[in-house]
């Protein structure tokens, strides 16, 4: 399982956990904060304080925006860099582990791969098979630098997306302890999360992404 599906299945699990909670502490700070981190802003409204949970919720939606972005992103990258390797190196890229992927930007051909794997690892060398699936010649070494820098780009957009999954869960997390520290009469809380901002700024390999709050 990818680092970027383990955090996608903890933010699920830790949704549903909390929505199964929900129930049994509707009313009061408990229940704001139950509902704020199944949906930021929820808790918000339940405490008549609007104001905070609209940018809660906002924020959250341009998080979500930002890592499908990512993740579409990363998907065309992928796929530039699998059929550059065929069209360079006649690689057979489907099906193929990551070890593979990376290995066809270090190494100039299969047999040079496994020269050097049995020169470092001895007997005990994992060297690919004599076959056409597993083969490659790249037709020049600019090629496969090139296909190397195509490939570390895609896997930049992919840890991107993986950032962006952590600023939800902060998200949803700031959302709650803002609510349950909220007031039922509509006052603002002193110095509350609700001033925490998104900042992102696309550059030509990567998207910085800054979440600030004032102290």
């Keep these: 399982m990818s680092v970027a599906r383990v955090w996608t299945t903890t933010l699920l699990c830790m949704v549903i956990l ?30 008549k304080n ?3 949970g609209m940018r809660f919720i906002i924020t959250e939606a341009a998080l979500w925006a930002s890592y499908a972005g990512l993740r579409g992103v990363y998907g065309i990258r992928r796929e530039t860099y699998l059929t550059y390797a ?28 496994n020269l050097f794997a049995v020169v470092d690892d001895g007997p005990r060398a994992e060297v690919y098979a004599d076959t056409p699936e597993f083969s490659w010649e790249w037709d020049a070494d600019s ?7 195509l490939r570390n780009s895609a896997q930049t957009m992919e840890r991107n997306a993986l950032y962006v999954t952590g600023l939800i869960v902060v ?4 959302a709650a302890v803002h609510a349950a520290r909220g007031s039922t009469d509509g ?5 509350a999360p609700a001033s ?20």
């Design 18 to 47: 909390a929505t199964a909670a929900a129930p049994a502490a509707a009313e009061g700070g408990a229940g704001r904060f139950w509902r704020s981190l199944v949906i930021p802003g929820w808790g918000q409204h339940a405490s």
């Design 50 to 52: 609007p104001g905070p």
């Design 86 to 113: 065929g069209t360079h190196a006649g690689a057979q890229t489907t099906g193929k582990s990551n070890v593979f992927l990376d290995d066809l930007g270090f190494y100039a051909n299969q047999q040079q791969h």
């Design 143 to 149: 090629s496969r630098e090139r296909y190397r820098e």
């Design 171 to 174: 998200n949803h997390l700031v």
């Design 187 to 191: 006052q603002p809380l002193d110095a």
């Design 196 to 215: 925490v901002t998104l900042d992102w700024k696309w550059q030509p390999e990567r998207l910085d992404l800054v979440l600030t709050h004032p102290f």
